[in-house]
């Protein structure tokens, strides 16, 4: 893989199209002198693993396999401690045993990690006591703390998204492929949750199974190595432009691009706009895409999107990431997955029961109600099962911190708990007991399915 010039840079044809949410760097000689930095820095991921896991995606469109994407709203500066990426690493693997054993079908693991770093907001400024400053964009661009020396965008952040993102990274392979993840640890993951939860108890009562059906396969003389190690990949929302395009590559291999800032990037739906930079963006990059649809997506917009993205109709390529809110999944979704299927095109379709599902609590908390999650995802299934398509996954904000962010849960979060620790620097998360709730009740649907 070769390091792209600065000429060829430049000459990158979404740099001249309009690009929505992009934060307005006050200095343009720091941005440059960061950006030229950041093109000189190695890749994070590699595009042969970007191949791969469009490979597994590609299973997963042809209903063979299950997506499990999730991990933080905004990843944070100081959450990069081993305590943090473990716990969400530990909540991921826990999730993906479940969905694996309860509904017999193999996880694509993909975390909303080592990238997740910038956000896109409704607001520019925020106004606090009658003071109005820009907007907290992610650790990316500016600081969260309330000042205006935070919040003015940095370029140097994007720098530090670079440092940040690797060492997650090298922490998440360490942990997947040194011992930490195999199978035989499916007790050990549990250990400091299961007494007090009652989605941990559940855990414990499957992980029993699965070290039975492990001693079966050790006494019937098959060890596979898949036990042993697992295939994790990173992802995040492809939104600072500036960032995306410093660390996108020519593949010596092939001569094709890739954003080597990790290994699945997706458009949001604040930025999908047919005709702007961002769609342009990922239409030249070969990472497998995802672009968010919302409840106001047309036929239209989306059969353009496949055409734009994925015009080789290359199962793997393109991931539709439905997220229409649980009161219009029944009505919005039927009829994109319907014509999009008969267009011939075989995008994986994957429900974000998290974005159409966000109020305020009359406590000020931004908040998500469990049972709302539950329902968008029923509703996903329902939708698919009426049309004989696959439901191909799931994509989560999730924490394996026991936060108080979401109401509701087996181990139930009452609106009165929100401020006990809600720790969000954006939007409400799942918190570990929430997360395994709802890999239980998942999986339950895909074996009915
Ligand atoms: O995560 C998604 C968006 O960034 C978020 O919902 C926007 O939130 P806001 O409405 O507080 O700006
Ligand atoms: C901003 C996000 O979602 P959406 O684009 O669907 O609003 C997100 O997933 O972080």
């Not at 029993?208 to 042993?228: H, S, W, Y």
């Not at 990949?233 to 432009?241: C, D, I, P, R, T």
């Not at 919005?332 to 999009?340: A, S, T």
């Not at 509701?408 to 929430?434: I, K, M």
Request: net charge negative.
């Amino acid at each position: 893989m070769t390091v792209t010039t600065e000429t060829s840079r430049t000459a990158f044809p979404w740099q001249s199209l309009p690009a929505a949410q992009q934060p307005e760097w006050p200095d343009p000689e720091a941005l440059r002198n960061a950006l030229t930095e950041l093109a000189s820095y190695p890749p994070l991921v590699f595009a042969g693993e970007c191949d791969q896991l469009r490979a597994r995606l590609g299973a997963v469109a042809r209903g063979e396999a299950f997506l499990l994407q999730g991990g933080d709203c905004a990843e944070a500066f100081d959450g990069v401690s081993a305590e943090h990426i473990r716990n969400k690493l530990k909540t991921l693997l826990q999730m993906a045993a479940v969905l694996t054993y309860a509904a017999s079908v193999p996880v694509v693991k993909v975390g909303r990690i080592a990238g997740q770093y910038s956000k896109p907001r409704s607001k520019a400024t925020e106004t606090r006591d009658g003071v109005t400053l820009p907007v907290y964009r992610g650790d990316s661009v500016n600081g969260f703390e309330f000042t205006p020396e935070a919040r003015r965008p940095d370029p140097e952040r994007l720098k530090r998204m670079y440092h940040a993102s690797a060492a997650t990274l090298n922490l998440v392979r360490a942990f997947t492929t040194g011992g930490y993840a195999d199978l035989r640890q499916v007790h050990a993951w549990n250990q400091d949750f299961v007494r007090n939860s009652p989605a941990g108890q559940r855990y414990e009562r499957l992980a029993k199974e699965i070290d039975n059906a492990l001693n079966f396969m050790q006494a019937c003389g098959v060890t596979p190595e898949e036990f042993r190690t697992v295939e994790f990949y990173s992802s995040h929302e492809a939104l600072v432009l500036d960032y995306e395009t410093a660390l996108t590559r020519v593949d010596s291999r092939t001569g094709e691009l890739y954003d080597v800032s990790g290994h699945m990037v997706w458009i949001g739906e604040r930025t999908r706009q047919l005709d702007h930079a961002h769609i342009e963006f990922a239409s030249r990059i070969r990472n497998p895409i995802g672009v968010k649809l919302g409840p106001t997506t047309s036929v239209d917009e989306a059969l353009t999107l496949i055409e734009r993205l994925d015009p080789d109709r290359e199962p793997g390529r393109l991931t539709f990431i439905t997220r229409m809110g649980a009161g219009k999944v029944r009505d919005r979704l039927p009829e994109l997955v319907e014509k999009v299927t008969a267009s011939g095109a075989q995008p994986v379709w994957i429900c974000d029961p998290m974005h159409g599902n966000t109020f305020e609590a009359e406590t000020g908390h931004k908040t998500r109600r469990f049972d709302d999650v539950l329902d968008e995802v029923k509703g996903f299934f329902e939708v698919h099962r009426a049309l004989g398509t696959h439901p191909g996954g799931i994509h989560v904000e999730l924490t394996g911190d026991d936060v108080t962010e979401c109401v509701g849960g087996g181990d139930e979060v009452l609106v009165d708990d929100l401020h006990q620790r809600y720790e969000t620097a954006c939007d409400p998360r799942l918190n570990r007991s929430q997360s395994l709730d709802l890999a239980f009740l998942v999986a339950e649907m895909y074996r009915e399915h």
